[in-house]
């Protein structure tokens, strides 16, 4: 069956909404992701019965059968929604090994009876961007700068899902605005400016954010730059299989054609 995935923007967004911080409903988020990305103009009705019918996973079916805001997900539900979301490779059995073993005293135990808040949800969509340019230690410690006492979301410096969305709305931003970079354009000189220009817009962002201190605002202004270079990290792991699978599948097929 034919499926679609969402990007980081749109899952915030979807947080957002099921967090009752969203004007948008969760219907109105996935068709909107759904027209991205098939780029058809459809009427607005053909979208939804396609969608439901055809386009659905099962996750994306149970949340549009939520009738209530800041719902809880199992761990299998977590790793399916954050399979949907562009460029990610969930595991249950690695999100069971962070939440047991890596990351534990971060995500703690299941805050919404036995399944998991919202806020963890986004933590742990978040150490899967961060993982794939920092080790576990490096991300504990990361996450310690914004989070006070893991058991208790009001104290934290800044809420994990509008942190989530913050940095997921910048990295769609840049690509949006074409600062994403291809293979021929990679050199020291674009990877210094994508740089600056991310700290640049991480630095307006957090101006904003006049009820803390100087230090707090450096600390999340970091994490979010940190965050949106990791997620162009894992795009280029991405990109690097992508070729290395077309190199030994070409390599397999010449092998094959001198053995004939």
């Not at 790793?79 to 979301?85: F, K, M, R, S």
């Not at 707090?216 to 270079?229: D, G, S």
Request: proline share 2%; glycine share 4%.
């Amino acid at each position: 069956m034919d499926t679609f995935h969402l990007t980081r923007k749109e899952m915030a967004e979807l947080l957002l909404c099921l967090k009752g911080w969203n004007e948008k409903k969760p219907l109105k988020i996935l068709q909107e992701g759904w027209i991205r990305s098939k780029k058809n103009s459809v009427n607005d009705g053909g979208t939804v019965n396609t969608l439901v019918s055809t386009y659905l996973p099962p996750i994306f079916d149970k949340i549009l059968k939520e009738n209530q805001i800041d719902i809880g997900l199992s761990l299998n539900e977590i790793v399916a929604l954050g399979n949907q979301i562009e460029n990610t490779s969930f595991s249950s059995t690695a999100v069971q090994n962070w939440v047991k073993r890596d990351i534990k005293e971060m995500i703690v135990a299941p805050q919404k009876g036995k399944k998991y808040s919202l806020e963890q949800t986004a933590l742990l969509f978040l150490v899967e961007d961060l993982k794939s340019s920092l080790d576990f230690e490096s991300i504990r410690r990361l996450l310690k700068l914004i989070i006070n006492d893991p058991e208790d979301n009001e104290d934290d410096l800044i809420n994990p899902i509008h942190l989530y969305a913050t940095y997921s709305i910048l990295f769609d931003e840049l690509n949006m605005s074409g600062i994403q970079l291809n293979e021929k354009e990679l050199n020291i000189h674009t990877v210094t400016t994508m740089e600056k220009i991310i700290e640049g817009k991480a630095e307006n962002i957090v101006a904003g954010y006049h009820n803390i201190h100087h230090n707090q605002r450096e600390a999340i202004k970091n994490i979010i730059v940190i965050a949106t270079l990791s997620v162009y990290t894992a795009y280029y792991q991405m990109l690097a299989k992508r070729y290395l699978k077309a190199a030994l599948f070409a390599q397999d097929i010449e092998e094959s054609y001198q053995e004939k």
